[in-house]
Protein backbone atom coordinates (compact mmCIF):
# COMPACT_ATOMS: atom_id res chain seq x y z
CA UNK A 1 0.00 0.00 0.00
CA UNK A 2 1.16 3.58 -0.67
CA UNK A 3 -0.35 6.92 -1.31
CA UNK A 4 0.32 10.29 -1.94
CA UNK A 5 1.55 12.94 0.62
CA UNK A 6 1.61 16.78 0.53
CA UNK A 7 4.49 17.68 3.26
CA UNK A 8 3.93 21.66 4.16
CA UNK A 9 7.50 23.58 5.22
CA UNK A 10 8.94 26.63 4.75
CA UNK A 11 12.30 25.32 4.87
CA UNK A 12 13.81 24.09 1.09
CA UNK A 13 15.97 22.04 3.02
CA UNK A 14 13.18 20.46 5.47
CA UNK A 15 10.95 19.69 2.17
CA UNK A 16 14.06 17.85 0.77
CA UNK A 17 15.10 15.65 3.96
CA UNK A 18 11.40 14.69 4.25
CA UNK A 19 10.74 14.27 1.03
CA UNK A 20 13.56 11.74 0.32
CA UNK A 21 12.75 10.08 3.68
CA UNK A 22 9.34 9.08 2.36
CA UNK A 23 10.25 8.40 -1.35
CA UNK A 24 12.93 5.51 -0.60
CA UNK A 25 9.05 4.45 1.73
CA UNK A 26 7.62 4.51 -2.10
CA UNK A 27 5.09 7.43 -1.26
CA UNK A 28 4.08 9.97 -3.92
CA UNK A 29 5.39 13.06 -2.64
CA UNK A 30 3.80 16.37 -3.23
CA UNK A 31 5.99 19.89 -1.59
CA UNK A 32 4.04 23.26 -0.67
CA UNK A 33 6.17 25.67 1.05
CA UNK A 34 3.51 27.69 3.01
CA UNK A 35 -0.27 27.05 4.13
CA UNK A 36 -1.99 29.18 1.21
CA UNK A 37 -0.50 26.63 -1.75
CA UNK A 38 -1.33 24.04 0.64
CA UNK A 39 -4.60 24.28 0.87
CA UNK A 40 -5.20 25.26 -3.07
CA UNK A 41 -3.21 21.78 -3.28
CA UNK A 42 -5.33 20.02 -0.87
CA UNK A 43 -8.44 21.52 -2.54
CA UNK A 44 -7.57 20.46 -5.99
CA UNK A 45 -5.08 17.26 -6.20
CA UNK A 46 -5.96 14.01 -4.83
CA UNK A 47 -3.96 13.22 -1.91
CA UNK A 48 -4.15 10.90 0.95
CA UNK A 49 -2.23 12.65 4.31
CA UNK A 50 -0.76 16.53 4.84
CA UNK A 51 2.31 16.46 6.66
CA UNK A 52 2.77 20.25 8.10
CA UNK A 53 5.13 22.11 9.93
CA UNK A 54 3.63 24.53 12.57
CA UNK A 55 6.06 27.36 12.11
CA UNK A 56 5.49 28.94 9.24
CA UNK A 57 4.83 32.91 8.52
CA UNK A 58 0.92 34.27 7.24
CA UNK A 59 -0.64 30.30 7.58
CA UNK A 60 0.68 28.26 10.32
CA UNK A 61 -0.01 24.34 10.67
CA UNK A 62 -2.91 25.59 13.36
CA UNK A 63 -4.58 27.35 10.98
CA UNK A 64 -4.28 24.95 7.92
CA UNK A 65 -5.59 22.00 9.58
CA UNK A 66 -8.22 24.25 11.06
CA UNK A 67 -9.10 25.37 7.27
CA UNK A 68 -8.65 21.99 6.03
CA UNK A 69 -10.85 19.94 8.42
CA UNK A 70 -14.18 23.28 8.44
CA UNK A 71 -13.94 22.64 4.46
CA UNK A 72 -16.15 19.61 3.01
CA UNK A 73 -13.97 19.11 0.41
CA UNK A 74 -10.90 18.68 3.05
CA UNK A 75 -12.32 17.69 6.27
CA UNK A 76 -11.54 13.68 5.85
CA UNK A 77 -8.11 14.23 4.73
CA UNK A 78 -5.92 13.27 7.36
CA UNK A 79 -3.40 15.88 8.52
CA UNK A 80 -0.15 15.36 10.97
CA UNK A 81 1.47 18.28 12.14
CA UNK A 82 5.25 18.47 12.64
CA UNK A 83 7.19 21.30 15.22
CA UNK A 84 9.44 21.57 18.03
CA UNK A 85 6.92 22.70 19.97
CA UNK A 86 7.18 20.07 22.31
CA UNK A 87 4.73 20.17 25.46
CA UNK A 88 1.62 18.65 25.92
CA UNK A 89 -0.49 21.60 25.47
CA UNK A 90 1.22 22.60 22.03
CA UNK A 91 -0.05 18.66 21.63
CA UNK A 92 -3.61 18.95 22.55
CA UNK A 93 -3.50 22.39 20.72
CA UNK A 94 -2.72 20.67 17.52
CA UNK A 95 -5.26 17.72 17.99
CA UNK A 96 -7.79 20.29 19.02
CA UNK A 97 -7.32 22.01 15.57
CA UNK A 98 -8.60 19.13 14.17
CA UNK A 99 -4.97 17.15 13.81
CA UNK A 100 -5.04 13.60 13.21
CA UNK A 101 -1.58 13.52 15.39
CA UNK A 102 1.18 15.63 16.40
CA UNK A 103 4.97 14.67 15.83
CA UNK A 104 8.00 16.47 17.84
CA UNK A 105 11.13 17.16 16.05
CA UNK A 106 13.67 15.54 15.11
CA UNK A 107 11.06 13.12 14.16
CA UNK A 108 12.40 9.74 14.02
CA UNK A 109 11.68 7.40 11.10
CA UNK A 110 9.41 4.41 12.94
CA UNK A 111 6.87 6.52 14.38
CA UNK A 112 6.76 8.67 10.97
CA UNK A 113 6.23 5.86 8.90
CA UNK A 114 4.07 3.91 11.29
CA UNK A 115 1.81 7.19 11.74
CA UNK A 116 1.63 7.41 7.86
CA UNK A 117 1.03 3.86 6.82
CA UNK A 118 -1.51 3.88 9.57
CA UNK A 119 -3.71 6.80 8.60
CA UNK A 120 -3.31 6.59 4.77
CA UNK A 121 -4.76 2.81 5.09
CA UNK A 122 -7.29 4.65 7.13
CA UNK A 123 -7.88 7.12 4.35
CA UNK A 124 -8.13 4.77 1.71
CA UNK A 125 -10.59 2.77 3.41
CA UNK A 126 -12.54 5.83 4.16
CA UNK A 127 -12.68 7.04 0.72
CA UNK A 128 -13.58 3.84 -0.77
CA UNK A 129 -16.94 3.79 1.59
CA UNK A 130 -17.88 7.43 0.63
CA UNK A 131 -17.42 5.97 -3.11
CA UNK A 132 -19.97 3.52 -2.18
CA UNK A 133 -22.28 5.59 -0.66
CA UNK A 134 -21.68 8.15 -3.88
CA UNK A 135 -22.44 4.98 -6.40
CA UNK A 136 -26.31 4.56 -3.92
CA UNK A 137 -27.32 7.64 -4.46
CA UNK A 138 -26.46 7.73 -8.07
CA UNK A 139 -28.47 3.96 -8.63
CA UNK A 140 -31.26 4.99 -6.28
CA UNK A 141 -32.10 8.59 -7.53
CA UNK A 142 -35.06 8.63 -5.76
CA UNK A 143 -34.41 7.02 -2.47
CA UNK A 144 -33.59 9.59 1.04
CA UNK A 145 -29.82 9.43 1.78
CA UNK A 146 -29.90 11.57 4.46
CA UNK A 147 -27.44 11.11 6.80
CA UNK A 148 -27.87 9.06 10.23
CA UNK A 149 -27.04 9.90 13.47
CA UNK A 150 -25.13 7.96 16.39
CA UNK A 151 -26.56 9.73 18.96
CA UNK A 152 -25.88 7.41 22.37
CA UNK A 153 -23.36 8.18 24.55
CA UNK A 154 -20.51 6.12 23.40
CA UNK A 155 -19.30 3.15 25.38
CA UNK A 156 -15.88 3.11 26.03
CA UNK A 157 -13.43 0.10 27.18
CA UNK A 158 -10.23 0.93 29.05
CA UNK A 159 -7.73 -2.29 29.67
CA UNK A 160 -5.07 -2.06 32.17
CA UNK A 161 -3.67 -3.97 34.89
CA UNK A 162 -1.89 -0.99 35.99
CA UNK A 163 -4.72 0.40 38.47
CA UNK A 164 -3.76 3.83 38.91
CA UNK A 165 -3.39 4.51 35.28
CA UNK A 166 -6.77 2.67 34.35
CA UNK A 167 -7.99 4.97 37.12
CA UNK A 168 -6.52 8.57 35.77
CA UNK A 169 -7.82 7.53 32.79
CA UNK A 170 -11.29 6.22 33.36
CA UNK A 171 -11.83 9.60 34.64
CA UNK A 172 -10.49 11.83 32.17
CA UNK A 173 -12.67 10.03 29.95
CA UNK A 174 -15.88 9.97 31.47
CA UNK A 175 -16.21 13.41 30.38
CA UNK A 176 -17.02 12.20 26.69
CA UNK A 177 -18.86 8.72 27.59
CA UNK A 178 -19.92 5.73 29.51
CA UNK A 179 -16.19 3.81 30.88
CA UNK A 180 -15.87 0.30 31.64
CA UNK A 181 -12.70 -0.78 33.39
CA UNK A 182 -10.91 -3.91 32.98
CA UNK A 183 -7.54 -5.59 34.41
CA UNK A 184 -7.79 -8.91 32.48
CA UNK A 185 -7.29 -8.53 29.40
CA UNK A 186 -9.80 -11.69 27.94
CA UNK A 187 -12.14 -10.57 29.73
CA UNK A 188 -12.20 -7.20 28.32
CA UNK A 189 -12.10 -9.00 24.86
CA UNK A 190 -14.95 -10.96 26.11
CA UNK A 191 -16.94 -7.52 26.92
CA UNK A 192 -16.07 -6.03 23.57
CA UNK A 193 -17.91 -8.93 21.78
CA UNK A 194 -21.32 -9.16 23.86
CA UNK A 195 -21.50 -4.94 23.44
CA UNK A 196 -21.12 -2.23 20.55
CA UNK A 197 -18.04 -0.57 22.34
CA UNK A 198 -17.14 2.77 20.28
CA UNK A 199 -13.66 2.91 21.62
CA UNK A 200 -10.93 0.60 23.38
CA UNK A 201 -8.00 1.84 25.18
CA UNK A 202 -5.59 -0.50 26.27
CA UNK A 203 -2.29 -0.39 27.87
CA UNK A 204 0.05 -2.30 26.35
CA UNK A 205 3.19 -2.16 29.53
CA UNK A 206 2.43 -5.42 31.45
CA UNK A 207 0.08 -7.97 30.91
CA UNK A 208 0.61 -9.79 33.92
CA UNK A 209 2.35 -12.51 31.83
CA UNK A 210 0.05 -12.42 28.89
CA UNK A 211 0.86 -10.62 25.53
CA UNK A 212 -1.27 -6.98 25.13
CA UNK A 213 -1.01 -6.92 21.74
CA UNK A 214 -2.57 -10.35 21.05
CA UNK A 215 -5.98 -8.63 22.67
CA UNK A 216 -5.51 -6.30 19.38
CA UNK A 217 -5.34 -9.42 16.51
CA UNK A 218 -8.21 -10.82 18.32
CA UNK A 219 -10.12 -7.55 18.02
CA UNK A 220 -9.17 -6.98 14.70
CA UNK A 221 -9.53 -10.85 14.01
CA UNK A 222 -13.52 -10.60 15.34
CA UNK A 223 -16.15 -9.41 12.94
CA UNK A 224 -17.92 -7.93 16.04
CA UNK A 225 -15.15 -5.69 16.67
CA UNK A 226 -13.23 -5.46 13.28
CA UNK A 227 -13.99 -1.32 12.72
CA UNK A 228 -13.50 -0.75 16.66
CA UNK A 229 -11.48 2.39 16.97
CA UNK A 230 -8.40 0.93 19.10
CA UNK A 231 -6.03 3.63 21.06
CA UNK A 232 -2.57 1.76 22.49
CA UNK A 233 -0.70 2.95 25.47
CA UNK A 234 3.42 2.21 25.38
CA UNK A 235 6.05 2.64 27.42
CA UNK A 236 7.89 6.10 27.40
CA UNK A 237 9.83 6.20 23.60
CA UNK A 238 8.74 2.55 22.84
CA UNK A 239 8.64 3.35 19.41
CA UNK A 240 8.63 -0.33 18.19
CA UNK A 241 5.65 -1.54 20.14
CA UNK A 242 4.11 1.68 19.31
CA UNK A 243 4.08 0.98 15.25
CA UNK A 244 3.40 -2.96 15.78
CA UNK A 245 0.08 -2.17 17.31
CA UNK A 246 -0.60 0.41 14.36
CA UNK A 247 0.31 -2.64 11.90
CA UNK A 248 -1.98 -5.22 13.97
CA UNK A 249 -4.87 -2.47 14.08
CA UNK A 250 -4.61 0.51 16.83
CA UNK A 251 -5.84 3.15 15.04
CA UNK A 252 -3.57 5.57 17.66
CA UNK A 253 -1.33 5.52 20.61
CA UNK A 254 -0.15 7.32 23.42
CA UNK A 255 3.48 6.93 24.97
CA UNK A 256 3.89 6.92 28.90
CA UNK A 257 3.32 9.31 31.00
CA UNK A 258 0.10 9.84 29.78
CA UNK A 259 -1.01 13.30 29.43
CA UNK A 260 -4.80 13.28 30.02
CA UNK A 261 -5.95 16.00 28.11
CA UNK A 262 -3.86 14.78 24.83
CA UNK A 263 -6.14 11.00 25.05
CA UNK A 264 -9.19 12.66 25.49
CA UNK A 265 -8.60 14.80 22.41
CA UNK A 266 -7.58 12.07 20.74
CA UNK A 267 -10.46 10.30 21.89
CA UNK A 268 -12.81 12.56 20.51
CA UNK A 269 -11.17 12.01 16.71
CA UNK A 270 -11.22 8.92 16.89
CA UNK A 271 -15.15 8.94 18.17
CA UNK A 272 -15.69 11.24 15.42
CA UNK A 273 -14.44 9.01 12.66
CA UNK A 274 -16.19 5.90 14.25
CA UNK A 275 -19.50 7.87 14.02
CA UNK A 276 -18.85 8.96 10.17
CA UNK A 277 -18.26 5.73 9.33
CA UNK A 278 -20.95 4.10 10.86
CA UNK A 279 -23.22 6.75 9.75
CA UNK A 280 -22.16 5.81 6.28
CA UNK A 281 -22.33 2.06 6.74
CA UNK A 282 -25.93 2.49 8.28
CA UNK A 283 -27.24 4.36 5.41
CA UNK A 284 -25.82 1.88 2.78
CA UNK A 285 -27.23 -0.95 4.44
CA UNK A 286 -30.87 0.76 4.34
CA UNK A 287 -30.92 2.40 0.86
CA UNK A 288 -29.11 -0.61 -1.01
CA UNK A 289 -30.39 -3.90 0.45
CA UNK A 290 -33.22 -4.24 -1.81
CA UNK A 291 -31.62 -2.64 -4.64
CA UNK A 292 -28.32 -4.05 -5.41
CA UNK A 293 -27.71 -6.49 -3.01
CA UNK A 294 -27.97 -10.25 -4.39
CA UNK A 295 -30.69 -11.81 -2.01
CA UNK A 296 -28.91 -15.49 -1.74
CA UNK A 297 -25.42 -14.16 -1.02
CA UNK A 298 -25.78 -10.81 0.40
CA UNK A 299 -23.13 -9.35 -2.02
CA UNK A 300 -23.71 -6.50 -4.12
CA UNK A 301 -25.00 -7.72 -7.72
CA UNK A 302 -23.97 -7.14 -11.40
CA UNK A 303 -25.86 -3.68 -11.44
CA UNK A 304 -23.90 -2.45 -8.69
CA UNK A 305 -20.21 -3.14 -9.68
CA UNK A 306 -20.76 -1.67 -13.04
CA UNK A 307 -21.57 1.69 -11.77
CA UNK A 308 -18.88 1.62 -9.11
CA UNK A 309 -16.48 -0.02 -11.80
CA UNK A 310 -16.89 3.48 -13.79
CA UNK A 311 -16.13 5.23 -10.63
CA UNK A 312 -13.18 3.32 -10.46
CA UNK A 313 -11.90 3.91 -13.98
CA UNK A 314 -12.35 7.83 -13.17
CA UNK A 315 -10.39 7.83 -10.42
CA UNK A 316 -7.61 5.77 -11.73
CA UNK A 317 -7.21 8.24 -14.76
CA UNK A 318 -7.19 10.97 -12.51
CA UNK A 319 -5.02 9.50 -10.31
CA UNK A 320 -3.00 8.18 -13.23
CA UNK A 321 -3.22 4.90 -10.71
CA UNK A 322 -4.66 1.01 -11.49
CA UNK A 323 -7.07 -1.32 -10.10
CA UNK A 324 -7.46 -4.76 -11.02
CA UNK A 325 -11.01 -6.76 -11.67
CA UNK A 326 -11.69 -10.58 -10.98
CA UNK A 327 -13.95 -12.80 -12.40
CA UNK A 328 -14.55 -16.21 -11.56
CA UNK A 329 -17.30 -18.99 -12.44
CA UNK A 330 -17.54 -22.09 -10.23
CA UNK A 331 -16.52 -25.30 -11.97
CA UNK A 332 -19.27 -27.29 -13.45
CA UNK A 333 -22.10 -25.75 -11.65
CA UNK A 334 -24.60 -26.93 -13.63
CA UNK A 335 -24.10 -30.69 -12.62
CA UNK A 336 -23.81 -29.54 -9.14
CA UNK A 337 -27.53 -28.09 -9.66
CA UNK A 338 -29.04 -31.14 -11.65
CA UNK A 339 -27.38 -33.64 -9.13
CA UNK A 340 -28.08 -31.68 -5.66
CA UNK A 341 -30.97 -29.46 -6.96
CA UNK A 342 -31.84 -25.91 -6.93
CA UNK A 343 -31.52 -26.26 -3.08
CA UNK A 344 -27.98 -27.87 -3.18
CA UNK A 345 -26.89 -25.21 -5.69
CA UNK A 346 -28.22 -22.47 -2.89
CA UNK A 347 -25.82 -24.29 -0.58
CA UNK A 348 -22.67 -24.00 -2.07
CA UNK A 349 -23.36 -20.25 -4.04
CA UNK A 350 -23.72 -18.89 -0.30
CA UNK A 351 -20.84 -21.03 1.28
CA UNK A 352 -19.23 -19.94 -2.30
CA UNK A 353 -19.84 -16.28 -1.24
CA UNK A 354 -18.52 -16.31 2.48
CA UNK A 355 -15.23 -18.05 1.12
CA UNK A 356 -15.17 -15.22 -1.35
CA UNK A 357 -15.65 -12.41 1.34
CA UNK A 358 -13.09 -14.00 3.09
CA UNK A 359 -10.08 -13.96 1.35
CA UNK A 360 -10.07 -10.16 -0.05
CA UNK A 361 -9.29 -7.56 1.84
CA UNK A 362 -11.57 -5.09 3.42
CA UNK A 363 -11.66 -2.39 0.66
CA UNK A 364 -12.57 -4.95 -2.14
CA UNK A 365 -15.82 -5.09 -3.54
CA UNK A 366 -16.88 -8.94 -4.11
CA UNK A 367 -20.09 -9.18 -6.65
CA UNK A 368 -22.64 -11.93 -7.60
CA UNK A 369 -22.77 -11.24 -11.07
CA UNK A 370 -25.09 -14.10 -12.38
CA UNK A 371 -26.02 -17.61 -11.68
CA UNK A 372 -22.62 -19.07 -11.14
CA UNK A 373 -20.40 -16.34 -11.69
CA UNK A 374 -18.75 -13.78 -9.05
CA UNK A 375 -16.65 -10.33 -10.25
CA UNK A 376 -14.23 -8.53 -7.15
CA UNK A 377 -12.96 -5.09 -7.96
CA UNK A 378 -9.66 -4.49 -6.10
CA UNK A 379 -9.10 -0.69 -5.46
CA UNK A 380 -5.46 0.28 -5.76
CA UNK A 381 -3.86 -3.30 -6.75
CA UNK A 382 -1.62 -3.77 -9.66
CA UNK A 383 -1.00 -7.18 -11.31
CA UNK A 384 1.02 -8.81 -8.13
CA UNK A 385 -1.69 -7.95 -5.62
CA UNK A 386 -4.64 -8.99 -7.35
CA UNK A 387 -2.64 -12.59 -8.74
CA UNK A 388 -2.05 -12.89 -4.58
CA UNK A 389 -5.80 -11.99 -3.99
CA UNK A 390 -7.01 -14.86 -6.95
CA UNK A 391 -5.06 -17.38 -5.50
CA UNK A 392 -5.70 -17.15 -1.96
CA UNK A 393 -9.49 -17.21 -3.16
CA UNK A 394 -8.94 -20.18 -5.58
CA UNK A 395 -7.20 -22.37 -2.65
CA UNK A 396 -9.80 -21.51 -0.12
CA UNK A 397 -12.55 -22.40 -2.13
CA UNK A 398 -10.61 -26.53 -3.37
CA UNK A 399 -9.46 -26.78 0.80
CA UNK A 400 -12.43 -28.00 2.14
CA UNK A 401 -15.37 -29.92 0.59
CA UNK A 402 -18.62 -27.86 0.82
CA UNK A 403 -21.28 -29.72 2.97
CA UNK A 404 -24.83 -29.73 1.42
CA UNK A 405 -26.37 -31.95 4.29
CA UNK A 406 -25.18 -33.79 7.16
CA UNK A 407 -24.02 -37.06 4.86
CA UNK A 408 -22.85 -35.88 1.89
CA UNK A 409 -19.10 -33.24 1.36
CA UNK A 410 -19.17 -32.15 -2.12
CA UNK A 411 -15.44 -30.76 -3.94
CA UNK A 412 -16.18 -27.53 -5.35
CA UNK A 413 -13.18 -25.71 -7.52
CA UNK A 414 -13.34 -22.37 -9.43
CA UNK A 415 -11.87 -20.84 -12.88
CA UNK A 416 -10.69 -17.14 -12.56
CA UNK A 417 -9.83 -14.64 -15.02
CA UNK A 418 -8.17 -11.18 -13.96
CA UNK A 419 -7.88 -8.05 -16.08
CA UNK A 420 -5.62 -5.03 -14.98
CA UNK A 421 -6.96 -1.26 -15.32
CA UNK A 422 -5.20 0.05 -18.23
CA UNK A 423 -3.52 -2.69 -19.57
CA UNK A 424 -7.15 -4.96 -19.80
CA UNK A 425 -8.85 -1.68 -21.15
CA UNK A 426 -9.72 1.73 -20.62
CA UNK A 427 -13.77 1.33 -20.13
CA UNK A 428 -15.93 -1.16 -17.61
CA UNK A 429 -17.19 -2.99 -21.26
CA UNK A 430 -13.38 -3.62 -22.54
CA UNK A 431 -12.39 -4.84 -18.64
CA UNK A 432 -15.26 -7.06 -18.14
CA UNK A 433 -14.30 -8.43 -21.77
CA UNK A 434 -11.11 -9.06 -20.92
CA UNK A 435 -11.52 -10.86 -17.75
CA UNK A 436 -13.83 -13.18 -19.09
CA UNK A 437 -11.76 -14.15 -21.94
CA UNK A 438 -8.90 -14.75 -19.48
CA UNK A 439 -11.95 -16.57 -17.31
CA UNK A 440 -12.32 -18.88 -20.75
CA UNK A 441 -8.75 -19.70 -21.08
CA UNK A 442 -8.70 -20.83 -17.70
CA UNK A 443 -11.47 -23.09 -17.91
CA UNK A 444 -10.03 -24.55 -21.54
CA UNK A 445 -6.88 -25.46 -19.29
CA UNK A 446 -8.47 -27.40 -17.05
CA UNK A 447 -10.57 -25.42 -14.67
CA UNK A 448 -9.28 -24.97 -11.28
CA UNK A 449 -6.36 -22.29 -12.06
CA UNK A 450 -5.86 -18.11 -12.90
CA UNK A 451 -5.27 -16.75 -16.14
CA UNK A 452 -4.52 -13.35 -16.61
CA UNK A 453 -6.03 -10.80 -19.41
CA UNK A 454 -2.91 -9.92 -21.92
Known amino acids: MSGRILIVDDSAINLKLLEARLTAEYFDVVQASNGEEALAICRSEPLDLVLSDVMMPEVDGFELCRALKSDPRTTHLPVVLIT ?26 LP ?4 VRSLTRLKQMTDELRRRADTATEILTEAEFAPSSVSELPE ?13 IARSLQTIGSVRE ?37 CRASEKSRGMPIIAITAADDDRTAAKALEIGAYDYVQRPVDCNELVARSRTQLARFHYGETLRMTLERTLELAVIDGLTGLHNRRFLNTHMSRAVTEAER ?32 EFARRLEASVRASDLPCRIGGEEF ?21 AIEARPFIISDALELPVTVSVGLAIFPRGGQEVSTLMRAADAALYRAKSAGRNQIAIAA
Open 319 to 350: RQGTFSLIVADIDHFKRINDTYGHDGGDIVLR
Open 375 to 395: AVLLPNADERTARVTAERFRA
Open 156 to 168: IVVVSDHARLQAR
Open 112 to 115: LFSR
Open 182 to 218: FADYDTAFAAVQKRQVMLTVVDLVGGNGTDPIRFLAR
Open 84 to 109: ALDQPSDRVRGLEAGADDFLTKPVRD
